[in-house]
């Protein structure tokens, strides 16, 4: 349910992201991953034969987390520290899978018409759901997760795909009860993990005099939102959306 | 002299543009004698040539401290600092707890209500009573 519904790793980096440190240490673990498995459409140059006889020491793997070389990018060999700025340098088997759709998207005539008054106007909300939960967020805002989300390292660019509600001041773009993913973007960093301070609770039990007392500390993953983005009617059509008249799946509204 | 208005400086959002890990360096600190420093040494051995090259970014400081526990510290962007004693912890339950101290962000432990914080301006305005149409009850 969780990858089906609410986030999907950002399909490419913009261009302007400044490289962060953390994919940093990824770019270089990836060079083994790749070597070592050779199932890499650009081979590598034979520089890469040294990492792959240093990392191969099972004592030195066996501590690695598990989700670093499967989520890592490969950078050219004879560059091994630099970051992956754009899609382009990321190997094709490593890539987030693209999402597929059965049917382009549909969208009325009315919407069309005031979609670039929504546009034009900046400063967007967005309502993103994750896990069904609802977070109203601007671009740069802190989101911290109730929960621990699972094979995220820091420095990850995830997406988030679901929202109902998107606005500036005076438009609304309502989903019934979801906005499509392909009419907006939504980029969000994992910034790292967070916890609470320790949590007493104490139960007793009726007449008896033993009280035992339990603790918990959850942990969280906090996101920064990268940028909230309404895609223009230009790039909705050029991205085959079909103009159709009646019923839509999203209406957008004029503040009274 | 003319009267300025206070600049507005932008403020810094990591992650917004360029994402800096928070955790900045981590010392790891040993005794040599005492019993419980024998996973930390272990550790030290066998586990942390790899996590330091795992995490360029992160400075790792390895020195002695005798007759002393174990301990971890990390050091953050935000100046804070976060200490782990690691005594008689086996080198798994060692990688687990460098691990949460390069995870973490440095800040004070608390409990927090709102899963968002913003700084920004509301998007909407904030609503006035002497503005728009009259509303009929």
Not at chain 1, 34 to 54: G, K, Y
Not at chain 1, 76 to 87: C, E, F, I, V
Not at chain 1, 106 to 126: D, N
Request: charged share 25%; aromatic share 6%; glycine share 4%.
């Amino acid at each position: 349910m969780f990858a089906r519904s609410v986030l999907r790793k950002a399909l490419a980096l913009p261009f302007e992201q400044t490289p962060s440190s953390t994919t940093l240490f990824r770019a270089t673990l990836s060079t083994t991953t790749s070597t070592s498995t050779s199932t890499s459409p650009n081979p590598e140059s034979p520089l890469s034969a040294s990492p792959r006889a240093q990392f191969n020491n099972p004592t030195h793997q066996q501590h690695q987390p598990p989700v670093t070389p499967s989520s890592a990018a490969s950078t050219p060999a004879s560059t091994p520290y630099t970051t992956p700025q754009t899609s382009s340098h990321i190997p094709t088997h490593k890539q987030p899978l693209a999402p597929t759709f059965e049917a382009p998207l549909k969208v009325t005539s009315s919407l069309l018409e005031l979609l670039p008054h929504l546009t034009a106007q900046r400063a967007h909300y967005i309502t993103a759901h994750v896990h069904a939960k609802p977070y109203l967020v601007t671009a740069g805002d802190h989101l911290r997760l109730p929960f621990l989300m699972a094979n995220v390292q820091p420095g990850d660019v995830i997406r988030l795909n679901r929202a109902s509600v998107i606005g500036s001041r005076d438009f609304t773009l309502k989903g019934k009860p979801y906005i499509d993913e392909r009419m907006f973007e939504c980029r969000a960093r994992v910034v790292g993990v967070d916890s609470e301070p320790m949590r007493y609770k104490e139960k007793t039990k009726r007449r008896q005099r033993h009280v035992r007392t339990i603790k918990s500390k959850e942990r969280y993953t906090m996101l920064r939102i990268m940028d909230v983005k309404v895609k223009t009617k230009e790039e909705l059509v050029q991205e085959g959306a079909v103009v159709v008249e009646g019923q839509d799946q999203a209406t957008l509204e004029v503040k009274s | 002299m003319p009267v300025q208005g206070i600049r507005t400086v932008a403020a810094a959002r990591n992650g917004v543009g360029a994402f800096i890990l928070p955790c900045k360096r981590m010392d790891f600190h040993y005794c040599d004698w005492a019993g419980s420093s024998r996973g930390m040494v272990s550790f030290l051995k066998s586990a942390l040539p790899s996590f330091a090259k795992a995490n360029p970014q992160i400075e790792i400081r390895v020195s002695p401290r005798p007759h002393k526990h174990p301990v971890i510290k990390g050091h953050y962007i935000n100046g804070r600092e976060k200490a782990i004693c690691v005594r008689n912890l086996e080198p798994e339950q060692i990688f687990k707890k460098a691990n949460l101290l390069k995870e973490a962000s440095g800040e004070k432990l608390k409990r927090t209500k709102k899963p968002v914080t913003s700084i920004n301006d509301s998007v909407r305005g904030i609503w006035s009573p002497y503005h728009g149409d009259i509303k009929t009850v």
